[in-house]
């Protein structure tokens, strides 16, 4: 079921697509929070990023090169964990950066702190 989705064998989607390019795009994710660049950047780098890795699936395991669901779901999968860093970096950046305005309201968000000085 997963290789007709996917278009790779079970043990290549978990090494190189999850564990490999996943790495990638939480470091991409991170990287994009960190410089504060607008996050709609991270949709073209995370297709950039499938791409990719359907073309290391390609060339180290003989897996197809053009499979569109395979592509999608593999950019879909990348660009999610990518969001998933770039809100834990941007919440942890404004903590650090503001800590007068913002405190921790868990780990994926801040409030502004109440006025009790």
């Not at 950047?41 to 290391?56: E, H, K, N, S, T």
């Not at 395979?70 to 950066?97: D, E, M, P, W, Y």
Request: some cysteine; glycine content about 10%.
């Amino acid at each position: 079921m997963l290789e007709a989705v996917t278009g790779q064998s079970l043990g290549v989607f978990i090494g190189l697509t999850l564990i490999l390019s996943g790495a990638a795009a939480m470091a991409m994710g991170r990287a994009i929070a960190r410089t504060w660049r607008p996050i709609w950047q991270i949709v073209p780098y995370g297709l950039l990023l499938g791409a990719a890795d359907r073309f290391m699936s390609y060339a180290l395991f003989q897996e197809p090169l053009l499979h569109l669901s395979g592509f999608l779901v593999c950019s879909a999968i990348l660009i999610g964990l990518a969001l998933l860093a770039h809100r834990i970096a941007r919440t942890n950046k404004l903590l650090s950066q503001y800590p007068w305005l913002y405190e921790r309201a868990g780990p994926f968000a801040v409030r502004e702190r109440s006025g009790g000085a």
